[in-house]
């Protein structure tokens, strides 16, 4: 599996894996309003990875570099299961500077489950505009703190 930097040419295919993966994932949400271009917003101003094999787009991982906030990151329902969302959580976690931190929706049991088994911890609750959540931190061991690691490159 390869990790790597988003290009434009993987705008087309993303779009329609966040829609697809917010479907099957996000079940209990209201998916009427949803469309291609949501990526688009939902990735404005991030750094973008790209997890693809055999040249094939796995999924991706949307962060702030400077906030060290997770925002985004979705695999292709078809291929869930396999790897695809540990190599883009263990890309994004390189790049961290300080804590990371991210927000999951609290009804999406098996995202945080994910998330608690790569060492991530549950920090506080909230409220969003898609419900409730939880605030989720993740400390970098501090021999491998630094000010960036760009392997995915």
Not at 24 to 41: G, M, V
Not at 70 to 99: I, Y
Not at 115 to 129: A, T
Request: charged letters at 20%; hydrophobic letters at 40%; a negative charge.
């Amino acid at each position: 599996m390869h990790i790597r930097p988003f290009t434009e040419a993987d705008r087309p295919f993303l779009r329609t894996l966040l829609l697809a993966a917010r479907k099957t994932n996000w079940s209990w949400l209201d998916d009427s309003a949803w469309q291609l271009e949501d990526f688009d917003r939902v990735v404005l101003g991030e750094t973008v990875l790209v997890a693809e094999e055999d040249g094939r787009r796995l999924g991706f991982a949307a962060f702030l570099e400077n906030d060290n906030f997770l925002h985004s990151l979705f695999v292709d329902p078809q291929f869930q299961g396999q790897g695809a969302g540990s190599a883009l959580l263990q890309a994004v976690q390189e790049c961290f500077t300080a804590t990371g931190a991210l927000k999951c929706l609290l009804a999406n049991r098996h995202a945080q489950d994910f998330y608690l088994r790569h060492g991530w911890q549950i920090v506080s609750q909230g409220e969003s505009e898609q419900g409730k959540y939880v605030l989720m931190h993740y400390k970098k061991a501090a021999h491998i703190q630094y000010a960036s690691n760009k392997n995915y490159q």
